[in-house]
C-alpha cells in the first residue's frame, strides 16, 4: 500500500500548477550554472496566486518618484510579503508561511514552506526564527529594553519552541490578539533574521576582533551598533541583507536613484506556474517632494501614488492627454485625512495644564469651520467630523464623528471663558500672561496642510486664539514632539479608520511614542516604563486599561465592548482633533500596467496603500489602450 505521506505528496503536486518557463530576466544566469533552476528556487508548495487576475508577461521596469533615500523601504511595504497578510477582504491569511494555527487566542504555531529560500539561495528555517528571539531580541545589548511590546500578553513573554526545522510555536499564558495584525502590518514584526548572514557579525557566533574593526570602519561604536545597522528588514538600506520580499534592494545611500531587481528565490507563481514578480526591476527616483507631481504629469512614473494629493488630481488629469497614463481615485480609509494633535506630554507646564484641561480641546474643536474646509479643499466631497471610525467599519456610530465637531463659535467661546483665558486686544492669553499663541508644527510636505491651517487660523482668530503653522522635516518634527517641544502638530489620522472589533485598538490609546498626543506616555508602554512617563490623567489610563483588556480578550462580543467604550472617550476627550476624512487618493498608473485595481481602498494599515493589492502581479504589455 502506499504511505499516506506519499499520497499526501502525490495530491499536493497534482494541485500545483505545471511549473512554466524560466524567468527571462535569469535565463542566462541559470545557463551560465550561476543560480540554480526555477524548480529548486521555489518551494516545495509554492503560494499560487490563483485569484482571478490576468496573468501576465515577464520584464520591465516599475519607475516610481520618492522624496528621500529612506524611502527605499517602500519595497518592502509594497512588496508586502509577509508570515501572514491581509487579502482584498482584509482577512489575515498565510503568506510566507505554509499555514497557521491559533488555539485559545494564545497558542500560535506556524508552518514554513518546505524548500523556501531567501534571496541568497539559503534555506529560510526556524533557525531565522530562534535567531531573532533568543540572539537579537533577548540580547540585552541589540535590545536593551528588551523584545517587542506585542510580544508581550499579560506582561509576559510567551515561551518559544522549535518544533522542527519547518515548525515553530508561541505560547503565551494568557490571548494575544495583537500578535498576527503585528505580522501582518505595513511595517511588520519581523520576528525573524537571516541567521546564516548575520551571525558572522554577533559576538556570540562570529570572530569578535574582526567584527570590532567592522565597526570601526562603519563609524560605529560597537558590535551592536554595527549588527543593529546592519539588520533592519524592514528598512531595506543594506543591499548584502538577504530578503523574502518581491524586489532586492542593490545599493546603497546616498544615491539619487535606488534599484530594486527581482529576487530569483520569492514563493510565489501565478495560477500557470510562473513565478513572480512579473517586472525585473523597481527603479525609485529620488527629488524634491514639491516636483513629484510635475514629474507624475510629465510621465516619468509608471505608477506613481506616494506623493501625490487630492488636489493634485485636476493638474494630473489634464497630464492624460498629453502623456501615456490615467488617473485613478481610490477611497482612503483614516479616521481624518489630517488631523489635529494637541500635545498633553509637552515640557512647558503652562501649556500642559492647558492642554489637558478638557474645555480647551473641546474649544478649539468647536472653533473649526469643517464645512468650510471640506468645500474649499476637498471640493465636499469629504466626511466632516472627529478622527474616529468610519461609516463602512461595524463599530461606526455617527455621535463618535459628531462629537465636538459641529462648528459653534459661541460654544467653543464660553468654554474658554470659562477656563479663565482672558481676552485683551482681541486676543487671549495664557495663565501666565503671554499671548495664546498655538505654533502648529506640520512635517510641511503638502500644500495641502497649509491650506487648511489658514482656515483654521481665521475661525480660532474669532475666539482669541491666533495660530501659526510651522513646517519641519519629518524626522525634525517627531524629534521635538518626543522631546517635548512641540505644542501641537498636524498629521494624518488615525490609519485604520475600518476595523472591526478583531482589530487592534491601539491607536485610541497611549501605547507607542508614534502617536503625537501622548508621545511620553507611549514610550513609557513600548519600554515598559525604562522611558517615557506613567500616565497621569485619568481618561487616558482607563483608555490604556481597556486596551490591555482588549489584549486579554477571549470573545468577539468582549471586544466589541470594549472598542465602543474606547471610541466614546476618545472623541468625548477630543485627544486629537479630526477635520475631514474619505478623502480620494489620485493613483497615476501607465497605460501598459496591467492588474491594478480602479478601484480599491488606499491605506497604510491595515493595507500597506499599495501592498495588500499584491503589486508582484503587476506587468506591463505593449500598447497604449488603457485597458486595465
Known sequence: MIGRAVVALLVAFLAMPALAEEVTWLAERVAAGDLPPLHER????????DDGRATGDYGGDWNMLIS???????LVVFGYARLVGYDASFSLVPDILDSFTVEDGRIFTFRLRRGHRW???????????????EDVAGNPELSPSGPPTVMRAGGVLPLFEVISDEVVRYTWPTPNPDFLPALAGAAPLFIYRPAHYMKQFHVDHGDSQAIARQAAEAGKPGWASLHNA??????????????????TITNEAPAQRFIGERNAFYHKVDARGRQLPYMDRVVMTVVDSKLIPLKTWAGEADLQVRGLAFNDYTFLKEGEEHNDYRVR????????QLALYPNLNVADPVWRRVLRDLRFRRALSLAINRREINQVIYFGLGLEGQNTVLPASPLYRAEFRDAWARFDLEKANRLLDDMGLV???????LPDGR?????????????????????????WAAAGIKLYPKPLQREVLRNRIFAGKTVMAMWF???????????????????????????????????????????????????????????????????????????????DGVYSIGLVAGILQPLAVSNRMRNVPEEAIYNWDPGAQLGVWQPDTFFFVDGDDGRP
Open 42 to 49: 521555489l518551494p516545495d508548495e509554492p503560494l499560487v496566486v
Open 68 to 74: 528621500r533615500a529612506k524611502d527605499t523601504r517602500i
Open 119 to 133: 534571496s541568497d539561495g539559503h534555506p529560510f528555517t526556524s533557525e531565522d526564527f530562534r535567531y531573532w528571539w
Open 230 to 247: 546592519l539588520d533592519n528588514l524592514y528598512r531595506f538600506d543594506n543591499p548584502d541583507l538577504p530578503t523574502l520580499q518581491p524586489w
Open 329 to 336: 481615485l481610490w477611497q482612503t480609509a483614516r479616521g481624518s
Open 423 to 429: 481676552v485683551e486686544d482681541g486676543m487671549r492669553l
Open 435 to 459: 499671548p495664546l499663541e498655538v505654533i502648529v508644527e506640520t512635517a510641511g510636505e503638502n500644500p495641502e496642510e497649509t491650506d487648511i491651517l489658514e482656515l483654521i487660523h481665521d475661525s
Open 493 to 571: 489620522g488615525n490609519e485604520n479608520g475600518v476595523p472591526v472589533a478583531d482589530m487592534s485598538p491601539g491607536e485610541f490609546a497611549p501605547t507607542t511614542q508614534q502617536l503625537l498626543m501622548w508621545p511620553r506616555w507611549g514610550q513609557y508602554h513600548e519600554t515598559s516604563g525604562a522611558a517615557g512617563e506613567p500616565i497621569d490623567m485619568e481618561a487616558p489610563r482607563r483608555l490604556m486599561d481597556l486596551y490591555l483588556a482588549w489584549r486579554k480578550s477571549r470573545t468577539v462580543d468582549e471586544r466589541r465592548t470594549i472598542w465602543e467604550e474606547m471610541l466614546e472617550l476618545y472623541c
